[in-house]
């Protein structure tokens, strides 16, 4: 059976999936922001306006469509466990800074699994020293 093809009728990719493929071709690593990773851990019910993602790469915007998305320059730390819950806990805590990390340590224990608490203290000896406390929280409890 032939396909007919109608304008309008093909959905473009993703903006994940468009992100990831310049990632990839590239050799970056690329994550969400700490605004959406604290978003989809359920931290924060605030969705960020634009499509922020952290690479290991240089910072730039893309232009997709209508839509404008930002890559941002990040440390490696930052950029542990792309695509993982564990790596979003991560991003969530480096989003919250230091003075707020401590406090939403428990509720980010209460939604990682322990196979994700135990991936998150996988990568502890990776993270900066004001993050060691809420990160052994979540995987030590």
């Not at 990839?24 to 634009?50: D, I």
């Not at 915007?61 to 490696?76: D, N, V």
């Not at 993270?127 to 990160?135: D, H, K, Q």
């Amino acid at each position: 059976m032939a396909c007919r093809w109608r304008a309008g009728s093909v959905a473009a990719p993703s903006v994940d999936k468009t992100v990831e493929a310049v990632a990839a071709a590239r050799g970056e690593r690329v994550a969400n922001s700490g605004a959406m990773a604290a978003n989809v851990l359920g931290l924060t019910t605030q969705v960020p306006v634009e499509r922020v993602y952290l690479t290991s790469g240089p910072s730039r915007t893309l232009k997709l469509g209508h839509e404008r998305i930002e890559l941002r320059h990040a440390p490696e730390w930052q950029l542990v466990l792309p695509g993982r819950r564990a790596g979003e806990a991560v991003r969530a805590f480096a989003w919250l800074g230091r003075d707020k990390a401590g406090g939403a340590a428990e509720m980010v224990r209460q939604r990682l699994s322990e196979d994700e608490q135990r991936e998150l203290g996988s990568v502890s000896a990776q993270m900066p020293g004001w993050l060691a406390g809420p990160v052994s929280a979540v995987a030590h409890g």
